[in-house]
């Protein structure tokens, strides 16, 4: 074969695997927003499969498109979350570990930083002590932590089945990619940022199995009073 000829090939080569590239990125695309808009999941594996191997790649085909590269991480761990709901469900709460960010602490905290993260010292001024308080009762180990260097080290001292995570979509989908062997659940902030970053507490709870607990026990109302006054909150 001549260099002409394998040129040639090499080059068709190349134009079948950028097209098939281009439809892979774009039916994820397509698909993804399906999900975000009208929380419809159709082949979550596909969906998964681009987000792993093409992460990076994604994100400046979102944006080349016009779409906030965001969307990448909102479909990661939106995918996620359905994909393991059930199984994480259906976890002992003592083989969870709820991870927090510690940026949903209050400005006037007085919790130390150690090894293990911070240890908050439950004096409910902010929304982590309410969680964190709420999570234990129920069998979770808590941790609140101020990056990932701190999720190695929990991974590598800890023994838990599940792994239920709030933080920014970024961390959040980045995280959950790491820890795909566990049947892993999000929540992403609603105000990111480096302090004073908000969560939605009830979705939180939600996932804890606190919200379904107070039903179940007929005290939705009380529930609802004592984990989401302002106060508290
Ligand atoms: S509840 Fe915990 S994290 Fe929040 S301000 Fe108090 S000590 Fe800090």
């Given at each position: 074969m001549g260099f002409y000829e394998f040129y040639q090939i090499f080059g068709q080569i190349a134009f079948f695997l950028a097209v098939t590239m281009l439809i892979l990125l774009s039916v994820t695309l397509i698909l993804g927003k399906l999900l975000l808009k009208e929380n419809k999941l159709v082949f979550p594996r596909l969906l998964l499969f681009t987000i792993d191997m093409f992460y990076g790649l994604f994100k400046k085909f979102s944006e080349n498109v016009?779409?906030?590269?965001e969307i990448v991480d909102q479909i990661g761990v939106e995918v996620r979350n359905k994909v393991n709901l059930n199984i994480f469900k259906n976890i002992k709460s003592q083989d969870k570990i709820l991870v927090l960010p510690h940026?949903?602490?209050?400005?006037d905290c007085e919790a130390k930083l150690e090894s293990s993260g911070l240890v908050c010292k439950?004096?409910?001024?902010?929304v982590i002590g309410v969680l964190k308080k709420k999570a234990e009762n129920q069998g979770f180990k808590v941790f609140i932590i101020p990056g990932s260097t701190f999720l190695k080290k929990i991974l590598d001292e800890n023994k838990f089945k599940a792994v239920l995570g709030v933080a920014c979509y970024q961390d959040l989908n980045l995280a959950m990619m790491k820890l795909s062997k566990f049947s892993c659940q999000g929540v992403p902030l609603l105000k990111d940022g480096c302090i004073n970053t908000k969560v939605d507490p009830r979705a939180v709870l939600e996932k804890i199995g606190e919200i379904q607990r107070c039903k179940k026990e007929s005290r939705i109302n009380s529930c609802n009073n004592k984990t989401h006054s302002p106060k508290t909150l």
């Open positions: 016009g779409v906030n590269a940026c949903l602490r209050h400005s439950d004096c409910n001024r902010c």
